[in-house]
Structures are given as C-alpha cells and as structure tokens.
C-alpha cells in the first residue's frame, strides 16, 4: 500500500466515524440497528484437535452469551429488513474478555454471503459476517444458520419465536471453494431482562480473539463507523 492509499483510506475512515457519530446523535441509538431485543443463552465450541489451529475454535467448552437480535434500518416490524444477530461469548478469552459476532442477515453462496439480504422474518434464512475473519492461516467468512424443529411456523421477531420454545443456530465457517465447517452451536433461551436500549455495545475487534479477528481495509472501515456510532450516542 503506498503513502498515498494510507491518506485516502484514513480519510474514508474518518468520513465513515462522522457520518456514523451525526445519525447516532440524530437517532439517540446506534447509526445501524438502533431497535432490537437482548437474548440470553449459551455457545457450545464442538472443538476438535487442530481442526482450525486456532486454541479457542479446537478447544472443547461452553460459555453464556447475550446476543442482540434487530433491525439494520429499523423499519416497521413486518417489513423486510436487513437483520442484525449480534453475540457476545462471555469470558471466551479468560475472564472479563469477551468475544463479540456480529451476523447480518445473508445468502450462503460464494458471492451472496458478503450481501446484506431483506427479510420480514427472523429464522426464514442464514445470517452472516459478510466480511471475513482470520481463523489460523486463511480468511473465512462466519455465519449462523438456524436450526428449526418441525412443525415451524414463521414469526416476524425472535423474541416471539423465543416465547413458544428455545432458539438454535449453527454457527459455521467457510473460505472461498470451501463449504461451510460447524464449529459450534449457539442455543438462545429467554428474552434478556434488560431493556434493548440498555444494550452492551458489541465491538467485534476489540472483543477478538487470538488466531479469530475481523481481517481486511472493510473491517477497519466498520470499526471506525462502529466507534462513530458509539460516541454520538454517549456509549463507552
């Protein structure tokens, strides 16, 4: 990368951290995804012996989680929308160091699972990280497909479905000519009793891990529109 493409990409960040901080202040909630609902549950790592080379995705083991199920624009509850999953993994690298996932609505191919995909109902399709991680040595997308026990009927929030019986998603992984790899199994199993405006703010790059972090210009492009959005609405 030369000087140049430095300058001009530090000077998109910039312009992405402001226009995020003005909506956020405008809105008085986060630039994107400003209404949700707060879950609780637990994420099993199946683990496997140097499966990934990576401690935490081959270590066998089991953690709370707080994920945050809502809508990217925010539009009216039965109107489609890009839907956001987010997940914290509590204490995933030792105490008090958490893991955050953050999972948007999405194809699975090799193309559409980096694109944002409407939908009016929660549990009706996939939901990925669109941009990649670093996992061991190579780059691979994540995402959480839900796993639904027949007889399902669609509900257009998680947090109905949630009132009729738990919640499962298989979070999997995958490189460009991969297909997809589980490496664990996300179980939600109430409705958090925090109200949605009192929400943690999920920070999937200060909250990674070693061997598992966002990769790429884009992801450090999100961070700066994610730390924007977190300052204009008074979050630490």
């Known amino acids: 990368m030369t000087a140049r493409d430095v300058v001009t990409m530090a000077g998109v960040r910039e312009t992405a951290r402001r226009a995020a901080e003005s909506v956020a202040r405008w809105r008085d909630a986060p630039a994107v995804h400003p209404t949700g609902v707060l879950c609780s549950g637990t994420l099993h790592v199946a683990g496997r012996d140097a499966a990934w080379g ?25 109107l489609p929308d890009a839907l956001g999953l987010a997940v914290r993994v509590e204490h995933a690298g030792g105490p008090e160091r958490p ?29 990925s990280t669109l941009l990649t991680y670093r996992t061991g040595e190579r780059e691979r997308v994540l995402a959480a ?5 027949p007889p399902y009927t669609p509900r257009p929030t998680l947090w109905q479905e949630l009132a009729c019986r738990p919640v499962r998603f298989r979070l999997c992984a995958a490189a460009s000519g991969e297909p997809w790899r ?18 943690v703010s999920y920070d999937p790059v200060a909250h990674s891990l070693p061997g598992l972090c966002p990769a790429g210009r884009l992801n450090r492009l999100r961070d700066a529109a994610y730390a924007g959005s977190r300052r204009g609405r008074g979050a630490t």
């Open 54 to 78: 990576v401690p935490w995705l081959d270590r066998h083991a089991s953690y709370p989680a707080i994920v945050r199920w809502s809508h990217a624009l925010g539009t009216p509850r039965r």
């Open 99 to 127: 893991l955050d996932l953050l999972f948007t609505s999405s194809g699975t191919g090799r193309l559409g699972r980096h694109v944002p995909l409407l939908r009016p109902d929660a549990l009706t399709g996939a939901y």
């Open 145 to 149: 497909f839900p796993v639904l026990d």
């Open 182 to 199: 589980p490496f664990a199994s996300l179980t939600l199993e109430a409705v958090h009793p925090a109200p949605a405006e009192t929400t």
